[in-house]
């Protein structure tokens, strides 16, 4: 505990607090702006922010931007209904994480079905979904894999043992997700409202930090990855301040104790073996960009959901429009959580309209814990 203790010492703290703040207001000024807008690209980062009142503390001065680093923020509808599908049959059960089962379909969410008498298991890993198929050859077992390229070397590396031992009544329905061309849809549409970018910390130990170089290139910003305690995150801040009032922008990486330029080589090899980059349409607020989903390999055709059982749910573009519009806007940093009109009224985390609301990654979810409805 002395290692965290030191990320979170409270002089510290407070000394870059009293250094980013005449920082942010000289370039503020500078540059014509009310605050200098930040977005952190992590869900963990924005918990980060409300739990250790550093939001509350430099929001007079930054306007941190949330960005769209929730997976299951982004999961499309019809993924849901089909895993209710499948868990509605005798011979099948669906297994997926805690955060998962929380979000809308099209009509009951796994959670609902799972207590209508649906098979669906809650599980914290892969390898515990395959254990669930072993000790029930009678049934097929599908893990609905979900997720940016943080958790994709654990599903990879568990098809890689179910292939290896045989275990035929174990599939994957792969809906993962890469973070860089998410990063891309995002900058598209709204990298001009931006003055930097505080880049994820898990998701960078296994891709690295080289990919992300596009953002200082393409849109001229400022990208500092960062780890996830309170004096990562304010000397990220401060990097990136330092960054704007030189004139520059770069790719830093603050969290060098765990990231490194090139990622985790045997994790990006399973990757490469098990998955292959495809468009999977209408993401939730992002559309269907190329390559920002990815689908299993042929290899692995024999453990393909998809391919095994048919998707009996079909994709309907206009599925989107279930949940409120200003889901996407959260989504994309366009819009904060407590300006939705929804926001604490008919979205709570007890009767959720989407899946931001859900996730212990989402930008509402965030802003609700925290109790930080009535400002921004």
């Known amino acids: 505990m002395r290692f965290v203790d030191d990320f979170r010492d409270r002089e510290l703290s407070l000394a870059l607090v009293d250094r980013i703040r005449p920082a942010a207001q000289r370039i503020a000024a500078e540059r014509g702006l009310e605050r200098v807008a930040v977005m952190e690209v992590c869900g963990g980062h924005t918990h980060t922010l409300f739990r250790f ?17 929730c997976p299951v923020c982004v999961l499309p509808r019809d993924v849901i209904a089909q895993c209710v599908s499948w868990a509605q049959r005798e011979d099948m059960i669906v297994a997926t994480f805690g955060d998962a089962i929380r979000v809308p379909g099209h009509g009951l969410t796994l959670q609902q079905a799972r207590a209508a008498g649906a098979n669906v ?169 190329t390559d920002i989903g990815y689908v299993l390999s042929d290899e692995f055709a024999e453990h393909d959901a998809e391919k095994r059982f048919g998707i009996d749910i079909a994709t309907d573009p206009l599925s989107v429009a279930e949940q409120p519009p200003e889901c996407d806007q959260v989504i994309m940093g366009r819009l904060s959580p407590p300006d939705c009109p929804h926001f604490n009224k008919g979205c709570t985390q007890d009767h959720p309209l989407g899946a931001l609301m859900v996730s212990n990654e989402g930008a509402c979810a965030a802003w609700y814990h925290a109790g930080a409805m009535a400002t921004t």
């Open 53 to 69: 009142g550093i939001h509350q503390a430099l929001r007079d001065v930054i306007e941190f931007v949330h960005g769209p680093g």
């Open 121 to 289: 298991q809650v599980v914290y890993s892969p390898l515990e979904a395959l254990e669930t198929a072993r000790e029930n050859p009678d049934k097929n077992v599908v893990f609905l894999a979900l997720g940016f390229d943080t958790t994709m070397p654990s599903t990879a590396l568990t098809l890689l043992t179910a292939k290896e031992q045989g275990v035929t009544n174990f599939s994957l329905y792969a809906v993962h997700i890469g973070i860089i061309p998410t990063l891309q849809a995002v900058l598209a549409e709204g990298a001009q409202y931006l003055q930097g970018l505080i880049g994820p910390g898990h998701v960078s130990m296994v891709i690295g930090s080289q990919p992300y170089e596009f953002v200082a290139r393409d849109y001229g910003l400022p990208f500092v990855i960062s780890g996830f305690e309170p004096l990562d995150l304010l000397q990220s801040l401060n990097m990136i301040l330092a960054q704007l009032e030189r004139g520059e922008a770069k790719v830093e990486n603050q969290y060098a104790r765990t990231v490194t330029s090139s990622g985790n080589a045997a994790a990006l090899a399973a990757i490469n073996r098990v998955f292959r980059p495809e468009p999977r349409s209408f993401w939730q607020g992002l559309g269907g960009q």
